[in-house]
């Protein structure tokens, strides 16, 4: 059985467990929470990064980060069904992928800017920077939400949309209707984005 490192909260492996669902490999992976903060976690031997998600292979060895696990298991179930194989629809899946996941970077580095250190310790100019970056993708979102069938693309966008929305309160939903309306969608029709909600 492979085995799946997360945090309930992490955006990559939640990406990673819907995906997961897709391919309809769930039941092939135990989920096993990790403690990245804690260096007596047994993640820091499978992955010397420490970080999350890490999958377990059968043999022992460990597959890190969240697109390498993505390709894996779309490996896994037959290939091209979250990648797709044709070059054109390949690319464009993996560079909205990329922006997802652009997003998740640069809200966890807000994220660890804000909660982890001291007010007074704060650089509001790394802050507004990352914030940019956040901003910008949104925008490009709204102005052409994901489209076609459901890819690895459309499931990094929902998860970096709902890390947003546990994090900061859905503060982007105001200003971005059409992202809204397609996060709706993409909920309603994927459940695993509610089952592995945070």
Known sequence: ??????????????????????????????IVAADAADPADSLRRQNPLGKIPTLILEDGSALYDSRVIAEYMDHLAGGGRLIP????????????????DGVNDAALL????????????????????????????????EAAP????????HIAVACALGYLDLRFGGAWR?????????????????????TTKA
């Open 1 to 30: 059985m492979l085995v799946l490192r997360y945090s309930p909260a992490s955006p990559y492996a939640r990406k990673i467990r819907i995906a997961a669902d897709l391919l309809g490999l769930a039941e092939r992976i135990e």
């Open 85 to 100: 194989a044709d070059p054109s629809a390949r690319f464009t899946a993996l560079r909205l992928q990329a922006l997802g």
């Open 110 to 141: 807000i994220r660890y800017e804000t909660f982890s250190r001291p007010e007074a310790l704060r650089y509001g100019e790394a802050i507004a920077h990352q914030q940019g970056k956040i901003d910008r993708a949104l925008d490009a979102l």
């Open 146 to 153: 994901p489209a076609d069938a459901v890819d690895i693309g």
């Open 174 to 194: 105001a200003e971005h209707p059409s992202l809204v309306a397609w996060l709706e969608n993409f909920a309603r029709t994927i459940p695993a984005f509610e």
